[in-house]
C-alpha cells in the first residue's frame, strides 16, 4: 500500500510541473533597435487633418461668352472688298474735255502717307512738249475726281502713290479710257503688268460712278 501511494504521489507531482509549464506566459520577442544613423518621421496628426476653420476656397468664375457679330451689310461688304483689294485706278476722258479719276485702293495706305493721284498731261507746242503736273489729295479708299483743261491733243497718264516728304513712291498706274456711250469704254491705254480683264472691271466702275455722278 506505501508503494502505490508514493507513485501515485509522484504522478501527480510530475502532471503538476507539466501544467505549470504549459500556464506560463510566453516571452515577447523585443523589436530590432533601429541603425544608428536613421531618424524616425511621424506625421502629426494636424497635418493630415483638414483644416474645417480654413475659409473655403472661391468658385472658378464663369468663362466669357463670345458675341458672334451680326453679318456685314453691303456697304461693309463693299468696303471689305476694297480694303483687300490691291490699289486700281482708272481715267476716263470725256467730250468736255476733262478726264475723271476713279480709284480704289486698300485703306491701310491712307495711313502709309500722304495719298495722292498725280495727273501729268503733256501738250506738243511747236517744236517743244508742254508738261504740267497736278495733284489730287486722296482722303477715302474708294472716291474720283475730275481734272478739266484737257482738250483732245493732250496726252494724259494718271498714277496713284504715296508721298513722304518731298519723295513721292508711284504704286499703280492709271489706265485711260473714252467714255464712248454704253456701258463699256473705249480702251485709250493699259499698262502691260496686268491683263486687260482686270482694267475691264476697273473701268467698268468707273463708267458707273462717273454716270451717276453726271
Known amino acids: 500500500d506505501h508503494e502505490v501511494a508514493r507513485e501515485l504521489k509522484v504522478r501527480l507531482l510530475s502532471e503538476d510541473r507539466e501544467a505549470s509549464k504549459r500556464r506560463a506566459p510566453r516571452a515577447e520577442t523585443p523589436a530590432p533597435e533601429a541603425e544608428s544613423g536613421s531618424v524616425s518621421v511621424s506625421t502629426p496628426l494636424s497635418e493630415s487633418a483638414p483644416d474645417l476653420s480654413a475659409p473655403p476656397e472661391p468658385a472658378p468664375a464663369p468663362e ?3 458675341e458672334i457679330p451680326p453679318p456685314p451689310g453691303p456697304n461693309q461688304a463693299a468696303a471689305s472688298k476694297v480694303a483687300a483689294r490691291a490699289p486700281a485706278i482708272a481715267a476716263l476722258s470725256t467730250a468736255d474735255g476733262s478726264v475723271y479719276v476713279y480709284w480704289e485702293i486698300p485703306a491701310s495706305l491712307l495711313e502709309r502717307g500722304l495719298a495722292l493721284v498725280r495727273v501729268a498731261t503733256f501738250r506738243a507746242r ?3 512738249v508742254e508738261q504740267t503736273t497736278r495733284d489730287l489729295p486722296v482722303t477715302t479708299a474708294q472716291g474720283s475726281q475730275r481734272v478739266t483743261g484737257i482738250d483732245g491733243e493732250t496726252f494724259v497718264r494718271a498714277v496713284f502713290g504715296v508721298q513722304h ?3 513721292f513712291s508711284p504704286l499703280a498706274v492709271a489706265s485711260l479710257a473714252r467714255v464712248a456711250g ?3 469704254p473705249a480702251p ?10 482686270a482694267f475691264e472691271a476697273i473701268e467698268r466702275r468707273a463708267l458707273g460712278a462717273f454716270l451717276g455722278r453726271a
Do not use: H, K
Not at 485709250?188 to 480683264?197: E, K, S
Open 64 to 66: 466669357p461668352v463670345q
Open 126 to 128: 511747236g517744236t517743244s
Open 165 to 167: 516728304g518731298e519723295a
Open 182 to 184: 454704253g456701258d463699256v
Open 188 to 197: 485709250l491705254f493699259r499698262p502691260r503688268w496686268a491683263p486687260d480683264r
